[in-house]
């Protein structure tokens, strides 16, 4: 069983950065594109951004364009997510998810695993 762990969120004021990390078990993590997505009190979970297989390729949400990146690590199976010039509206639950193939993909159907979620909140 593939399993997934965020961590490094927390409180940060507007403006600020933070960087999360997500471990993911198995031997299969550099095969598969990863991607982050977040879900805000009282919305639906929303689309963040993508890497694909080898790292060659990021894929961001216009919303976190400019001010997020996403990365990983193949040799520690991590993906990570740092996020700069944050603002309230970044407020939510942040969640990675290990996709179906190596390639871009911007839907939670293409993707297989998750993680658990990591609270982010953003003061003003």
């Known amino acids: 069983q593939v399993q997934l762990v965020e961590s490094g969120g927390g409180l940060v004021q507007a403006g600020g950065s933070l960087r999360l990390s997500c471990v993911v078990s198995g031997r299969t993590f550099s095969l598969y594109a990863m991607g982050w997505f977040r879900q805000a009190p009282g919305k639906e979970r929303e689309y963040v951004a993508t890497i694909t297989f080898n790292g060659d390729d990021t894929y961001y949400a216009d919303s976190v364009k400019g001010r997020f990146t996403i990365s990983r690590d193949n040799r520690k199976n991590t993906v990570y997510l740092q996020m700069n010039s944050l603002k309230p509206e970044d407020t939510a639950v942040y969640y990675c998810?290990?996709?179906?193939?190596?390639?871009?993909?911007?839907?939670?159907?293409?993707?297989?695993?998750w993680g658990q979620g990591t609270q982010v909140t953003v003061s003003s």
């Open positions: 998810a290990k996709a179906r193939s190596g390639r871009y993909a911007t839907v939670e159907e293409n993707y297989e695993y």
